[in-house]
């Protein structure tokens, strides 16, 4: 069964660190993409970044990157230099072919 | 800009009081899906489409119902809400169903059926 779990319900860094939020993932399909989705208080889900199951290298968005382990399955994203409008609930989730598979979301706090 | 949008964004509705929220892509995108966030449970998939005029049915499709007549607009419609359909709903769109394919969300839609 296809499935993503984040094992961080909640997590706090001090503004300016960098910080990394856990996700693994289970599928038997070889083809699948993984995103990270930002949902701050207002509700919104917002697309943050990107990797493909084929993607040699590690995908970066800025201050977002996705630390890809392909053999361990799992996908932890990387902020680096937290800023106080980081703070939100994140999502991990997986495509193979049309739904998207969601974790649980961490909640992440940044501290001033 | 390049977005989706829902509306309403706020409804507090009663039970079985029929309402029908709208959904609308203007990246002429072929894929197009609804779903419901709830606490404890995530997301979840509600109906998908994958081209005007072609709908299925997701995870959770049990008192919804969904359209694709134009290929920008997906409305959900509730025929008789209950309460346990209070909820947050995204509707979401992509260029096609292909695991390369981002979704992209609308700004949801906080649903209370009293």
């Known amino acids: 069964a296809q499935k993503i779990t984040q094992t961080q319900p909640g997590m706090f860094v001090q503004e300016k660190e960098a910080v990394t939020l856990d996700c693994t993932y289970d599928t038997s399909d070889p083809s699948y993409g993984l995103f990270w989705y930002k949902q701050p208080s207002s509700g919104e889900m917002i697309f943050l970044i990107y990797?493909?199951?084929?993607?040699?290298q590690n995908a970066t968005e800025g201050r977002y990157s996705l630390n890809f382990q392909k053999a361990r399955k799992s996908a932890n994203l990387v902020i680096s230099a937290s800023q106080l409008g980081d703070s939100a609930m994140y999502f991990c989730?997986?495509?193979?072919?049309?739904?998207?598979?969601f974790g649980q979301g961490t909640t992440l706090q940044v501290k001033p | 800009e390049a977005q989706v949008t829902q509306n309403p964004r706020y409804l507090i509705t009663v039970t079985g009081k029929k309402l029908t929220v709208t959904c609308s892509q203007n990246m002429n995108h072929e894929y197009m899906s609804w779903y419901r966030q709830d606490p404890g449970l995530g997301l979840r998939q509600i109906y998908y489409s994958m081209n005007v005029e072609v709908t299925d049915k997701g995870d959770v499709p049990e008192g919804y119902k969904v359209s694709r007549k134009e290929k920008r607009n997906f409305p959900l419609i509730l025929e008789s809400p209950s309460p346990n359909q209070t909820s947050l709903y995204f509707c979401?769109?992509?260029?096609?169903?292909?695991?390369?394919?981002?979704?992209?969300f609308g700004p949801g839609t906080r649903l209370t059926v009293l």
């Open positions: 990797q493909g199951s084929y993607d040699q």
């Open positions: 989730a997986m495509r193979n072919t049309g739904k998207l598979i």
């Open positions: 979401a769109s992509s260029l096609d169903r292909g695991f390369t394919d981002t979704q992209y």
